[in-house]
DNA sequence: GTCTATATTTGGATAGAC
DNA sequence: GTCTATCCAAATATAGAC
């Protein structure tokens, strides 16, 4: 039918426009990304990209879904059969990783650092849906109780902005997971 | 002198345009402070800043180095006397209340969340003085190697950006900075 | 020192023609 | 759907009078 090509169509040109604020971001950084900017860089009129979005924080929520949903691609990547200690080295690896190769992309979703703009409710569940996907990761090796998560979060997020913001492309802090699995492992025994 | 007085009101003047855009960028975010928000507030002209910082930017690092000074006040209100354990404990108590106590100062100090402005070379040195100390500091207690300081810096940035971000004004992180220096201590014995 | 007035730039967003 | 033409709102910064 004409409608589903028209609206692949226009799924399409939507994604072309997320694609090229991603750029924009990474490139020149957050406080360039707007409409004019956008349509610049794709040579259309900025008027032109209101029939798409409904301005410019609802391409943000967009960023932010996008962003949130990949993580969670790369969460259920992982394989479940590993023992605890591999569980958290992978798990922990794959975040900072995931961190580390887009820093727009994390300041996006961990460092409310877009000038203007916060997540619209719709959004922000897409981050919580992730929180709550982590809890369930970590509750599966047996840690669930609340000062251990906790815990866990402020090791892991430490990691990850250092690794991004003092040696981005490099292992500095990648190569601390190791340790620091097994130091908060042993944290628990007497 | 009359230069004297002249100057010292300048100064007093200067400061009171700080304080006032700390005030700004408490009550409504780093979006807002700015040369005609801050005039506003002093009930002046936006012109006659001028008189006072080279602009906007000035402003900014004005406040980035007296951000790191304030810190580093606090740092050497610290006993030198204290065995290891009591030594990080009380560090990463200070450091981790130093920021939560004022979250748009953190901002500035340590999430680059300031929209359009970075600091300058003279601004930043203030920041490396700042880590030069704590790598002293934790020097003196035995640790200097690569990795651990790494690992510390993740540690206690992390759980200073997870008290500001989820909880501040509370102590979900903080309290858990005794277990987490145990950890951090036990991760090199055998 | 401080003001008024203004230049300049940069955004988001809308109306209406085609 | 896309464009042109605007409108409107901030924001930095400067010139020049008082």
């Known amino acids: 039918m004409a409608t589903a090509r028209v609206e692949s169509r226009r799924a399409a040109t939507r ?13 020149q950084g957050w406080g360039r990304v707007g409409v004019r900017e956008i349509a610049a860089h794709l040579e259309m009129a900025p008027s032109s990209l209101y029939g798409y979005f409904a301005g410019n924080d609802a391409i943000h929520d967009a960023m932010f879904i996008a962003g949130n949903h990949e993580l969670s691609v ?47 409710p719709d959004a922000y ?29 402020a090791l892991t997020s430490g990691l990850a902005s250092q690794q991004v913001a003092n040696d981005h492309g490099g292992d500095r802090w990648l190569r601390l997971i190791e340790t620091a699995v097994d130091m908060f492992l042993r944290r628990e025994s007497t």
Not at 15 to 27: K, L, M, V, Y
Not at 111 to 119: D, L, R
């Open 15 to 27: 994604a072309t426009i997320i694609e090229t604020a991603w750029e924009i971001a990474r490139t």
């Open 125 to 153: 569940s897409s981050a919580v849906d992730n929180y709550e996907h982590m809890r369930s990761v970590m509750g599966r090796v047996g840690i669930s109780d609340g000062p251990s998560l906790d815990l866990w979060t």
């Open 74 to 120: 790369r969460f259920e990547s992982l394989p479940t059969d590993l023992d605890r200690r591999s569980m958290l080295i992978e798990t922990a690896r794959h975040f900072v990783a995931f961190c580390d190769e887009d820093p727009a992309r994390f300041q996006l979703l961990f460092q409310h650092a877009v000038p203007g703009w916060e997540p619209s």
